[in-house]
């Protein structure tokens, strides 16, 4: 009888370890492949640079959106982020960035739906221009940092100014950690993220058969 019992709980407890294990892939993935890039699929190390550590964006950085709303720490989470950062302005390379940012977006198909992208605007007089960059590039994301969250977000890149006008790879955690030079082929963005998201897959393809 306690056999039977005990081999009923294990068969209701499955589906549960099932949803949590398919939840976590693409998070396990991002460390995993993050700590061992040179397992990344087809061999091949990864384009960008690795942000050694990684840096985790904070609730209290102060990012807002163009209305004035506290962007929600859970809206960085749980997609691979395109992020791009950006200061006061956005002249026409900066402009290529974000057509890039959703150039690639579309180029990986029907993972789509796993990549979001994000605009930070690290001048909190930016409102006007984070409006009207919302409104050119319907679906992406655009915040603003308060300036005490604008010096803090240079300060944990590590770069100061010079992170400004980069695209960064935001991982399913909330952890930026992965960044581009300013000059770089988006090209170099769109085959780390198809490597990235080819893993997520495996991964979850694993954990939804029973395979390691």
Same mark, same amino acid.
């Given at each position: 009888?306690n056999?039977?019992?005990?081999?009923?709980?294990?068969?209701?407890?499955?589906?549960?370890l +099932?949803? #949590?294990?398919? !939840? %976590?892939a693409?998070m396990?993935?991002? @460390?995993?492949?993050?700590?061992?890039?040179?397992? $990344?699929?087809s061999?091949?190390?990864?384009r960008? *640079?690795? #942000?050694?550590?990684?840096?985790?964006?904070?609730?209290?950085?102060? $990012? !807002?959106?163009?209305e004035?709303?506290?962007l929600?720490?859970?809206?960085l *989470? &749980?997609? @691979?982020?395109l992020?791009y950062?950006?200061?006061s302005e956005?002249? /026409?390379a900066?402009?290529d960035? +974000?057509?890039?940012?959703?150039?690639?977006?579309?180029?990986?198909?029907?993972?789509?739906?796993?990549?979001?992208?994000l $605009? #930070?605007?690290?001048?909190p007089?930016?409102g006007?221009?984070?409006?009207? +960059?919302? %409104?050119?590039f319907?679906?992406?994301?655009? /915040?603003? /940092?308060d300036?005490a969250?604008?010096v803090?977000?240079? =300060?944990l890149?590590g770069?100061?100014?010079?992170?400004?006008?980069?695209?960064y790879? +935001?991982?399913?955690? &909330?952890?930026?950690?992965?960044?581009?030079?300013?000059?770089?082929?988006?090209? =170099?963005?769109l085959? =780390?993220?198809?490597? $990235?998201?080819k893993a997520s897959?495996? @991964?979850?393809?694993?954990?939804?058969?029973?395979?390691?």
């Open positions: 009888m056999g039977k019992v005990a081999a009923e709980k294990k068969r209701g407890i499955a589906p549960l +099932l949803m #949590i294990a398919i !939840f %976590a693409p396990i993935a991002a @460390w995993f492949f993050y700590l061992n890039p040179e397992y $990344l699929p061999g091949r190390t990864n960008g *640079e690795l #942000i050694d550590p990684v840096v985790t964006v904070p609730p209290e950085l102060g $990012l !807002f959106t163009p004035g709303v506290a929600d720490r859970s809206a *989470e &749980g997609k @691979w982020t992020v950062l950006a200061g956005c002249e /026409a900066c402009r960035r +974000l057509i890039a940012i959703r150039q690639i977006r579309l180029a990986v198909g029907e993972d789509q739906i796993s990549v979001a992208r $605009l #930070i605007l690290t001048d007089a930016a006007d221009l984070a409006s009207e +960059l919302a %409104a050119d319907a679906g992406m994301k655009v /915040a603003l /940092a300036a969250g604008g803090r977000l240079l =300060d890149l770069q100061g100014s010079a992170a400004v006008g980069r695209i790879i +935001l991982d399913p955690m &909330g952890n930026l950690m992965m960044r581009y030079a300013s000059d770089a082929p988006a090209q =170099d963005t085959e =780390d993220m198809e490597r $990235l998201l897959r495996n @991964w979850i393809k694993g954990a939804k058969y029973g395979h390691k």
